[in-house]
């Protein structure tokens, strides 16, 4: 949940920001139980909203336009937020914009201290997509390649849920991995040199779990000793593929701007390999700015999708419309939404 200032073509101001965190209420199942989601949902959003408004010292009369999003996602959790951002929008006699969950993520390191200028590559790294794109400005994204099978986060959590590292996996592996040799495990990394710009995750995910019943067969002790290096490798896997090819990506468009987004975006290894990377003047292609989302912004946020909407209908492509009828789109590709839909 969250309240953004817009002045003409000035970039968008984040007044205030909340969230309410679903992990602890999942930890117990493992991962997401979409029913659970919803109804928390529910429960949340109007306190939310309330804490929202108080912090930015505004009231619900102030807003001109709503925002919520529209896709893709959890066809009940984005019911939620679309009928609740519809009904608030009728009952302010004010305007509402459907926004894509995916360019929210594109769309956050605009709100960093370092804001990117377009046009840049953009690898889109969440629990559900691995993506390169070509962001030549609002709206205009252009597939460069996307993962045939898991996505990026997808592949940090299985692996570590394979390991025992609980739920979400992603930070528990890269934590665990400060402490171990990423050299340790000979560990594959898919379509490295496939010479697209496609990935794929789901061959490590396996490959980790036959060490880790390996170690286990050997012993438990023997499981324990070795968790570190394994998380070490496994996230050296996953990291080493995102850099070359996102770097495969800068050289084919000729782009000298790489932007960063998504919960994977807030991984440390990943960070420090691209900054590294980019930087090196000797690198074919040269030198190139890498920009990423606050950490607290890398996973899901409301100040993402408020800003997305602030850039939208600043950008001019999109109007805000009265709140009527609404729909979600549970299944939604970020490129299909590259021609005006107002
Ligand atoms: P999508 O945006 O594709 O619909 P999502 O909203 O579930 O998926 P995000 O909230 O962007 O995904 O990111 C969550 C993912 O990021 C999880 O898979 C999580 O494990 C991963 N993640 C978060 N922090 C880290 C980290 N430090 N290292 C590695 N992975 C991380
Ligand atoms: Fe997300």
């Avoid at 073509?9 to 309410?20: D, I, K, S, V």
């Avoid at 896709?71 to 009940?76: E, N, R, T, Y």
């Avoid at 040269?286 to 600043?314: K, S």
Wanted: glycine letters at 10%; hydrophobic letters at 45%; proline letters at 6%.
């Amino acid at each position: 949940m969250a309240l953004v200032e817009t002045r003409d073509q000035a970039a968008p101001r984040l007044l205030a920001h909340a969230l309410h965190s679903q992990i602890a209420m999942h930890q117990a199942y493992g991962g997401v139980v979409p029913e659970l989601a919803s109804r928390d949902h529910i429960r949340r959003v109007l306190p939310l909203t309330a804490q929202v408004m108080r912090e930015a010292g505004h009231v619900l009369a102030d807003i001109d336009v709503v925002a919520y999003t529209r896709g893709p996602g959890l066809a009940g959790a984005l019911l939620v937020g679309a009928g609740v951002a519809c009904a608030l929008g009728a009952a302010l006699g004010k305007p509402v914009l459907g926004v894509h969950h995916l360019e929210g993520h594109l769309l956050s390191p605009f709100l960093s201290a370092d804001p990117p200028e377009f046009p840049f590559v953009a690898l889109l790294v969440s629990g559900g997509h691995t993506q390169l794109m070509r962001v030549d400005g609002v709206g205009q994204y252009q597939l460069l390649g996307e993962t045939i099978d898991d996505a990026a986060g997808e592949a940090f959590d299985k692996s570590a849920k394979l390991m025992g590292l609980g739920y979400p996996g992603g930070p528990a592996l890269a934590k665990l991995a400060e402490q171990g040799d990423p050299a340790a495990f000979k560990l594959p990394r898919p379509l490295l040199h496939s010479g697209d710009l496609d990935f794929s995750f789901a061959g490590l995910k396996t490959a980790v779990l036959t060490q880790s019943q390996r170690l286990r067969q050997v012993s438990d002790e023997e499981f324990e000793a070795r968790k570190a290096d394994l998380a070490a490798s496994t996230q050296a896997a996953i990291v080493d593929v995102l850099v070359k090819k996102s770097l495969a990506a800068l050289e084919t468009t000729g782009l000298k701007r790489l932007v960063v987004a998504g919960g994977v975006g807030a991984n440390k290894a990943l960070r420090a390999q691209l900054n590294a990377a980019c930087a090196n003047p000797r690198r074919r292609g040269g030198v190139v700015r890498v920009h990423y989302p606050e950490l607290h912004l890398c996973t899901d946020n409301g100040a993402m999708i408020a800003l997305a909407a602030a850039m939208r209908l600043q950008s001019g492509q999109q109007r805000a419309l009265p709140a009527a009828s609404f729909e979600v789109k549970p299944r939604w590709p970020l490129d299909a939404i590259t021609v005006a839909t107002a």
